[in-house]
DNA sequence: CATCCAATGATATAAAATATCATTTGTCCA
DNA sequence: TGGACAAATGATATTTTATATCATTGGATG
């Protein structure tokens, strides 16, 4: 067996492993099967730990794997990635990231910086109670919900005040 | 001049005048140019009334001024009449509608139906509170706010019901 | 071992968006 | 008035993103 990992926060290496464990963990219980693939497009996503468009993670992949991976299969590892809840669609950038809160169901709510390009994901309960509720009262049955806010975030700001004074 | 509108809301053709009117007065004050183009893609919005992608907007807008536009020039009129408050895009579904609350600056919500493809447009200020009080915490300004539902409108769920039940 | 089904490979194509540069139109001021 | 400058559009090419299709592979199961 592996040793045992410390899962300080800070190692990326030891939480990168922990989380495709439990992504293939949760697969399992759901009778999903995570396939090599799947595996390594999801490594691609927590590894970047950014939005990556999906050419960007098919070289990437293609790097990982040691052989050219098609444009479709990313797509189609995506598609179950995001089905069950370990990945997520940025629609307003065409990209992807890998769910930080992957163990239960929720409105995944991305602070996306103009700036460095960097997506935060975020929950809030509250705004899936609100929208929901106005879904409700218009007899609008919710499937999926997409909230993103586009900005810049504090680094960046602190980094265009900086420059701003230094020029 | 034109006989005075009555601006009953069932009135498609008067709203729609009455729609562009004020449009090309809110540019006006801003000192922004509501041009011919502009005018007639804000007009295919809508007339149609449901989202429409680019490349279809092209087609209409082509027939309905009498010549072949290209591709950009719909890009850039949609570009322009965003920027203006008086059109939004879907990010989830690559499309544009016009602005039903065009005279004060809000974030929109949709409700995309995933049945007929047809978006609702409704204001919720509090929802717009949570989440900017969210990414003010983290210290984020926020630029634009996306926020898409997309399940079943109420219309296509009772249809939905008959087919069942009529099979 | 044979069969079936899900996943992937391989390729082509569609759909959406942008880049570039020439041309026209509009605005403003001398 | 008309000349200069900026903004908008035309025209074309290309990039980026996503899907369709069908052959092949690889396990699971009986």
Redesign the interface.
Known sequence: MTKKRTTKPKDVRATLADHIDSAITACRMRGAQMTPLRVAVLSALWSADRPLGAYEMRDLVSKSIGRKIAAASVYRALDFLCAQGAAARI??RNAYVACKHPSHEHAC?F?V??SCGDA?E?E?P??EQ??DA??KR?????????????????PC?KGAALTAHGA
């Open positions: 629609e307003s709510v602070l910086c103009e935060k975020i809030n509250k705004v609100l929208i106005d879904a218009l007899g609008f049955t919710v499937k999926h919900r997409v909230v993103e806010l586009s900005g810049f975030c504090a700001q």
